[in-house]
């Protein structure tokens, strides 16, 4: 122990040390329920030493100490249990986010309020199916256009609502870009003020660290992270590999828009050259979805794969899963994958319905030259399965369509409408032998679901005096041609006089068997989901797989964001045992504290009353 005068050093030293930790534990009480706030503790230290005597080869060097000092007040945390529970935040952000998309997407199904889509194609079916029974009668030509007018309207309405929800999904990604970049300048700033008040080597900036920990919190659930701090307090962080706070900056991410969607790719700006085109991508999309890569973090990626890159139609259904062909795109958004399958659904319906009103068969003819009403000429070309139409008007203009590859058409066994589709080797024409007709008799035949951009046949009187009605495929050009929803309406005519609906034969007398088979032809099972799909189906059946396999999707999605949930709140538990402030504990610490410091102010009583007594006795 110090002699003389050194006892009060040594007294004032306890004093000082336990009025910090007093004042620490005070701090940590006050703090108990601030949101992000790491518990503090004081670190006490020996203070100096008066050397007495040095070391000789006979003793040992003697010295005395002046008592203790705070050595430090450190920040408590526990760096591995900090990753581990940001990477569970970030996978658990992933499928929730998932979850939360496709649980959406099944109340656009409204599967949970009264099933009104599924009863929409139930109740088409049904009105054919009193159709059937007396065609003739208009009650049942008028139940079926409102029936018709009912699934168009269902059909549009849900796949605008998908639409709408992509379109909402696309500007969350943005303002998650927005947010991300925000975070990163905040933790570049806070990495500046740590450095700062810690370059002294005097104190912790406790309350900046703090809050630096909590945007590096909050930044984890929107993508991948690593953090790795410096000896000067600096916290570098990389997002999806990327540096993103780095020694002298926050690197900014941009958004590019696609011109056609209006969907936004985040890109890192500092890694592009946007005068070429060249972008360096923030995500990869293309990777396989699994803890095993490390791919299945954050919500900008679950957004951007809910999303999709485009609206999904009919055609992201064709192709397997492994060449490239949009099928691959297609999987990987639960909003697209819907989108797709009810547009193939209601092609389906439309192409059924009308190639039984309107019949097609093949013309076992490559080229079909002719004039039209107006006494132009045009010629309808077929080459491996694409149609050309070439047309020159009396102004010597000439137009030039491409059709896509000729819809598969109904086959015909004995002049019946046979059970499987096929696709043409020739021009398709209508099939007159086997047409029906509406009550004025007239050809071509009147198809239920008129495409907003096209007829659907054109007449064509060749130089033998022939007439043909060929059919006009969907040109590649113009969307409007193509039997697609939000494309196609139903036939105003019809709408207008219901016994225009062709049910008749050509002598006048009911075709029965045009009812009969049109009701049959909602049953044949030919339909199946998607390449891995290996069990058709009809067109009933065909909804309920949609519906099943969303909800398969969904259920993935909800089992693992719940047990990353768990495993997250398993970790933040085991964080806040480190970095949380528990009021029994702190209350222990503070009766330590008080007792120490009444032991100090007792020691300097003692040795005040020692140096009072020696001077006195010195007189």
Known sequence: MANG??????GS??????????????NNLANLNTVGYVREQVIFADETYNRIKDVTTRTNMQQNGLGVSIGDVVHIRDIFLDKAYRLEEGRSSFYNTSYEVVEQVEDFLQELNGMEFKESIQELWQSFQEYEKEPENSTNPNLVIEKTELFLTRCDSLYSDLISYQDNLNEQIKDSIDNINKLARDIYKLNSEIQKVESAKLETAMTVRDIRDAKIDELATYGKIRVEEDATGFAFITFENIELVGTDRAYEIELRKDDHTGFYTPYWKHLS?????RYQDVFNLDAVISPEYDSDIGKVKALMLSRGSEYGTDEYLNGDDNDGTPYKELKKSSIMEVQSEISVLFRKIV???NNHFSPLKESNLDTITGTLDDGTTATFTYDNGTVTYNHIDKNGNEDIFVFKDEDAYLDRVDGKVGKTYRKANSILILDEENASYGIDNELPPRELFVRYGSDRYTKLTAADGKVYYVYNGERVDNPSTHYSL???EVNAEIRNKAGLMPCYTKNGAVNRDLSA???QAWEVKDMIIGPDDTIPCNISAFYDKIVGRTANRGSAYHSAGLTLERSAAALDKKRQEVIGVSSDEELTKMIKYQSAYNASSRFMSVISEMTELIVTQLR
Not at 13 to 26: D, K, V
């Open 13 to 26: 030293s306890g004093l000082r040390g336990a009025q910090n930790a007093i004042n620490t534990t005070a």
């Open 517 to 519: 088979q049109l009701a």
């Open 5 to 10: 005068f050194g006892s009060l050093y040594v």
């Open 486 to 488: 939000s494309r196609v």
């Open 351 to 353: 192409l059924t319905v």
């Open 273 to 277: 050259d946007k005068r070429v085109g």
